[in-house]
């Protein structure tokens, strides 16, 4: 089983940046996809970006148009932690972002077997 938690979240200005932190436990986190969602009010649940496992070494990404080219994933597997860093804010970045793991390369949430609890990003224009 896999504990993700979420942490570095608040109130940003539009145009600065923001870096969010997910803790993973569990000893087979480096095998897992690892996936950051977002949610606004009203909206459904929406694919951010990922990060792929130890097979492929932590370094292949996949992001969503939206946010390509501002946001940036990574992922330490030593210190079981993954990272979103968001460059260039905008108000409609504005959601509850969530951590997820999956144990293969997808955008789907129904695929993510795990999920944080999710954190508030507020972006202020």
Same mark, same amino acid.
């Given at each position: ?5 979420? @942490?570095?979240?608040?109130?940003? &200005? ?16 480096? @095998? ?53 860093q968001m460059n260039s804010v905008k ?15 997808? @955008? ?8 944080? &609890? ?8």
């Amino acid at each position: 089983q896999v504990q993700l938690v979420e @942490s570095g979240g608040g109130l940003v &200005q539009a145009g600065g940046s923001l870096r969010l932190s997910c803790a993973a436990s569990g000893r087979t986190f480096s @095998s897992y996809f690892m996936g950051w969602f977002r949610q606004a009010p009203g909206k459904e649940r929406e694919f951010v970006g990922g990060i792929g496992g130890i097979i492929w070494s932590g370094t292949l990404t996949r992001y969503a148009d939206s946010v390509k080219g501002r946001f940036t994933i990574s992922r330490d597997n030593a210190k079981k932690m993954v990272y979103l860093q968001m460059n260039s804010v905008k108000p409609e970045d504005t959601a509850v972002y969530y951590c997820a793991a999956a144990t293969s390369w997808s @955008s789907a949430p129904g695929d993510y077997n795990y999920w944080g &609890q999710g954190i508030q990003v507020t972006v202020s224009s």
